[in-house]
């Protein structure tokens, strides 16, 4: 018993059969494969099941061993044993208001994504320093990918009913939330439009995690599309007024960024506005189809210089050397940063 104890704490200690403990602290380092290793059986049972395997069904787990990894991990997931768990069930909504100095907005206590931030004031707070410093009363924002309406409520605060203030978000819990802040606010120059912004009129497939959310296209197996979970998507060329200005564009989508601003380009050459966009080059290929370098060479094809947001609420200034923008990504070491781009005539 005890060598068999001690055998498993030696698999935990290693990412493959003969691997060791770097693979934990460096795993992007190590080569992702297709067939079943002993390690992958073992996260199975600690991220899945919840427990550690025992010995007596082990010698029938590890029998897997080679197998292909998806027809493994299937396994796991529709057993009784994670089913019994509810870790797919929904938390039930526990929804608060958070009184922050300029506004109160309404938020979900189980949303570990954004909504306990903005309970504790101090949701991206860089982001919101540049929101205060481009913007002055009766300007006009649009808010891709709104999530719960902290940056449109901020926004409004700050245009006042001079203003107005477009929010766009495909969500539909997200979106009750933002008209819920609109009215508690008083907000009459906030105008929502629940759908995702994209290239083109259509529908896109929404995957969720708490309050935020990634757009993706269909799914070709017809199974697949009745279970997923439909939204539309929409140009903004196609709904804005043609006659409308848009001073600060703010664009979070978690990969689809270019994608939705391809269906704002007339927006864009008409208005011209400072963009404040997130960047994550590790989602763009798999939502937007291109690369990071890609995604920031577009905006010199829009004649747009980028600086990156900083900690604290400062910026550093890039130009159009993209290299140096990936260089400064890769150092921060965090899953994405937060780009300003400006016109090249235009500077803070």
Known sequence: MNRLKGRFKK???????????????????????????????????????????????WTGHRMQVGDPLKQVVKGYLTSLEFARRELTKEM??????????????????????????VRDNNYE????????????????????????????????????????????????QN???IEASRRLNRFQQITVAPFAAASEVGILSLTTSHSTGTTSLLPDEISALLKARIVPCAAIDTLMPPDQRIDLI????????????????????????????????????????????????????????VSVILPDGSVTPFGQNWDGVIQAYK??????????????????
């Open 125 to 172: 707070p860089e982001v919101a320093a540049v929101f205060r410093n481009l913007l002055r009363p009766g300007m006009s924002v649009l808010d891709i990918g709104a999530n719960i309406g902290y940056f449109t409520m901020l926004s409004a605060s700050i245009v006042g009913p001079s203003g107005h203030v477009f929010a766009v978000e495909p969500n539909h």
């Open 11 to 57: 698999i935990f200690a290693s990412s493959r059969p003969g691997g060791d403990s770097s693979a934990i602290v460096e795993p992007w380092l190590h080569p992702y494969h297709e067939t079943t290793s002993i390690a992958d059986i073992l996260s199975c049972f600690r991220l899945l099941l919840g427990r550690n395997p025992n010995v007596e069904e």
């Open 250 to 305: 703010k664009i979070d989508v978690d990969g689809a960024e270019y994608r939705a601003m391809q269906g704002c380009r007339s927006l864009i050459e008409r208005s011209r506005p400072a963009i404040i966009s997130e960047f994550a080059p590790g989602l763009l290929p798999g939502i937007s189809g291109i690369d990071g370098k890609q995604y920031l060479s577009w905006f010199g094809t829009q004649g747009y210089e």
């Open 331 to 348: 150092e921060r070491g965090v899953d994405h940063i937060d780009l300003l781009a400006l016109p090249q005539s235009v500077r803070l």
């Open 175 to 177: 979106v009750k939330l």
């Open 92 to 117: 039930p909504a526990e929804i608060r208001v958070a009184e922050l100095p300029e506004f109160k907005i309404y938020f979900d206590l189980n949303d570990s994504a954004v909504g306990k931030f």
